[in-house]
């Protein structure tokens, strides 16, 4: 009997589709496809073959950008107008790989500075760097799938990805849309699998490049079992720390912030969660950010109004009113929200002075809750801002320049954003955690980088100098 995995709508929780599982001897039929396909250099695919297939692909999405707009907002939740931005975003990134493409290059190696050296020339070559196996999210149904294989396909290494299981119908169009652009049978693959056959293929020898975006749980007890020589990046989540001057400008701050939390219900691994503010505008920065929140709309995802969607699956708003009430139970003043909309929705909250031993405090949320701190000292708060093992983006707002620098020189973050929220990205800066947040750096150029590797050539010849 086949298994399948039942795709539903997290707002209605209505059946959108159904997608075979499949069994080991299938995934290892394509893992087998993909190690061949680059163990044979003679079917490598050149690079003006894949600078026109994607190209294809850009001028295929760009004609669907409506439909993979509903497709993402009806499997993800994230609401349409914030669905149709990913998408173009998505767009985009196949753009930035093709443009990277001819910037993949060696350099040369100087010789000559001992007698054993002359005669000789050497330089690098960069290949792609074999079969990459890539795990993605529910967060960014389309866009992650892209920055998880368009990299790999723009450097000529066969891909398989692994969709998260709630959201596989975006990656399944994508598929397609490949297929349509001309891209060679094998060379991008799709696997809907269980997690124990997952872990099998991602900690196969064959797999020499592994790309996963998830907790941080299930990240790093792969990382442990990969095979020797597997390379890999782990994008985790953090608590997105941002420090609040007392000069800090409020009439830009506090739509950012709303945005930064808020966004996609707070299910983003860098949504602004903890706010520290100085003690002397803090009740301020609180009361204006719960009046904010409290205007959001919230519902479904697929009306243009909506501001703030659902948590992708039930249990996950269970989660977050717990972890809510335990906070207030033990002294966190409530400014907004705190309750369950429906099953599947939980309304924006801001939570004022929650104690740091409160799950809000120590564990990154992923839903719509903001917590406020109030602090006297900036480098008391720095401290306590670095305290945790997370470390991913951070903010700070203020006017005064120095002081600005002085939080981004301090605070151990992968990025920190001035006069910003935690949640800005563009594709191809440098994203990713560190300690505890993940290994490896994402961003459609650092990604291609990471999917290659150098190799070393030296030409002996009495005519070089």
Same mark, same amino acid.
């Given at each position: 009997?086949?298994?399948?995995?039942?795709?539903?709508? #997290?707002?209605?929780?209505?059946? $959108?589709?159904?997608?075979?599982? %499949?069994?080991?001897?299938?995934?290892?039929?394509?893992?087998?496809?993909?190690?061949? $396909? !680059?163990?044979?250099?003679?079917?490598?695919?050149?690079?003006? %073959?894949? @600078?026109?297939?994607?190209?294809?692909?850009?001028?295929?999405?760009?004609?669907?950008?409506?439909?993979?707009?509903?497709?993402?907002?009806?499997?993800?939740?994230?609401?349409?107008?914030?669905?149709?931005?990913?998408?173009?975003?998505?767009?985009?990134?196949?753009? $930035?790989?093709?443009?990277?493409?001819?910037?993949?290059?060696?350099?040369?190696?100087?010789?000559?500075?001992?007698?054993?050296?002359?005669?000789?020339?050497? !330089?690098? =070559?960069?290949?792609?760097?074999?079969?990459?196996? +890539? *795990? +993605?999210?529910?967060?960014? #149904?389309?866009? =992650?799938?892209?920055?998880?294989?368009?990299?790999?396909?723009?450097?000529?290494?066969?891909?398989?990805?692994?969709?998260?299981?709630?959201? #596989?119908?975006?990656?399944?169009?994508?598929?397609?849309?490949?297929?349509?652009?001309?891209?060679?049978?094998?060379?991008?693959?799709?696997?809907?699998?269980?997690?124990?056959?997952?872990?099998?293929?991602?900690?196969?020898?064959?797999?020499?490049?592994?790309?996963?975006?998830?907790?941080?749980? *299930?990240?790093?007890?792969?990382? &442990?079992?990969?095979?020797?020589?597997?390379?890999?990046?782990? %994008?985790?989540?953090?608590?997105?720390?941002?420090?609040?001057?007392?000069?800090?400008?409020?009439?830009?701050?506090?739509?950012?912030?709303?945005?930064?939390?808020?966004?996609?219900?707070?299910?983003?691994?860098?949504?602004?969660?903890?706010?520290? @503010?100085?003690?002397?505008?803090?009740?301020?920065?609180?009361?204006?950010?719960?009046?904010?929140?409290?205007?959001?709309? *919230?519902?479904?995802?697929?009306?243009?109004?909506?501001?703030?969607?659902?948590?992708?699956?039930?249990?996950?708003?269970?989660?977050?009113?717990?972890?809510?009430?335990?906070?207030?139970?033990?002294?966190?003043?409530?400014?907004?929200?705190?309750?369950?909309? +429906?099953?599947?929705?939980?309304?924006?909250?801001?939570?004022?002075?929650?104690?740091?031993?409160?799950?809000?405090?120590?564990? %990154? @949320?992923?839903?719509?809750?903001?917590?406020?701190?109030?602090?006297?000292?900036?480098?008391?708060?720095? $401290?306590?801002?670095?305290? =945790?093992?997370?470390?991913?983006?951070?903010?700070?707002?203020?006017?005064?320049?120095?002081?600005?620098?002085?939080?981004?020189?301090?605070?151990?973050?992968?990025?920190?954003?001035?006069?910003?929220?935690?949640?800005?990205?563009?594709?191809?800066?440098?994203?990713?955690?560190?300690?505890?947040?993940?290994?490896?750096?994402?961003?459609?150029?650092? &990604?291609?980088?990471?999917?290659?590797?150098?190799?070393?050539?030296?030409?002996?010849?009495?005519?070089?100098?």
């Amino acid at each position: 009997m086949i298994r399948e995995l039942k795709v539903v709508n #997290p707002y209605t929780q209505a059946e $959108l589709g159904r997608i075979p599982i %499949e069994e080991w001897a299938e995934v290892d039929k394509k893992l087998a496809v993909a190690h061949n $396909l !680059f163990l044979k250099r003679d079917n490598w695919l050149p690079a003006y %073959e894949r @600078v026109e297939i994607l190209e294809r692909v850009v001028a295929i999405m760009q004609n669907r950008v409506e439909e993979l707009t509903k497709l993402s907002a009806s499997e993800g939740g994230k609401p349409y107008q914030d669905s149709k931005v990913e998408i173009n975003r998505a767009i985009n990134g196949v753009k $930035l790989a093709i443009a990277q493409i001819g910037n993949l290059k060696g350099e040369q190696v100087p010789l000559g500075q001992t007698r054993s050296s002359v005669n000789r020339l050497a !330089f690098t =070559l960069r290949e792609p760097i074999g079969a990459v196996v +890539s *795990v +993605s999210a529910f967060n960014h #149904p389309l866009n =992650l799938i892209i920055h998880q294989t368009v990299p790999a396909i723009a450097v000529g290494a066969p891909v398989i990805v692994k969709p998260a299981s709630t959201t #596989p119908l975006s990656c399944r169009a994508f598929m397609e849309i490949l297929e349509e652009a001309g891209l060679p049978s094998g060379w991008c693959q799709m696997v809907i699998c269980d997690q124990e056959t997952a872990e099998r293929m991602v900690t196969d020898r064959r797999v020499n490049y592994f790309s996963f975006i998830g907790s941080g749980e *299930v990240g790093w007890h792969l990382r &442990s079992q990969l095979a020797p020589g597997t390379r890999c990046a782990l %994008e985790h989540g953090g608590v997105a720390p941002v420090i609040v001057a007392g000069d800090a400008d409020l009439r830009e701050m506090i739509p950012e912030l709303i945005k930064g939390g808020f966004y996609h219900a707070g299910q983003v691994c860098v949504s602004v969660q903890k706010i520290f @503010v100085n003690e002397m505008i803090v009740k301020e920065v609180a009361e204006l950010l719960a009046e904010s929140a409290a205007k959001l709309k *919230v519902g479904d995802p697929l009306d243009a109004a909506t501001e703030v969607g659902p948590l992708i699956l039930p249990a996950e708003v269970d989660r977050v009113e717990a972890w809510v009430n335990e906070a207030v139970e033990m002294g966190a003043e409530l400014l907004c929200g705190g309750r369950r909309i +429906s099953d599947v929705c939980y309304a924006p909250t801001v939570l004022l002075n929650p104690p740091a031993e409160a799950k809000v405090s120590k564990l %990154e @949320v992923f839903g719509p809750v903001v917590c406020v701190y109030s602090y006297q000292e900036r480098e008391k708060v720095i $401290l306590l801002a670095n305290s =945790l093992p997370y470390a991913f983006q951070a903010a700070v707002y203020t006017q005064n320049l120095d002081i600005a620098l002085d939080t981004v020189n301090r605070l151990n973050a992968s990025a920190v954003m001035v006069n910003d929220h935690t949640a800005f990205r563009v594709d191809w800066m440098p994203f990713g955690g560190r300690d505890a947040s993940g290994i490896g750096v994402g961003g459609i150029p650092y &990604s291609m980088q990471e999917m290659t590797r150098e190799k070393l050539v030296v030409i002996k010849s009495k005519s070089i100098k």
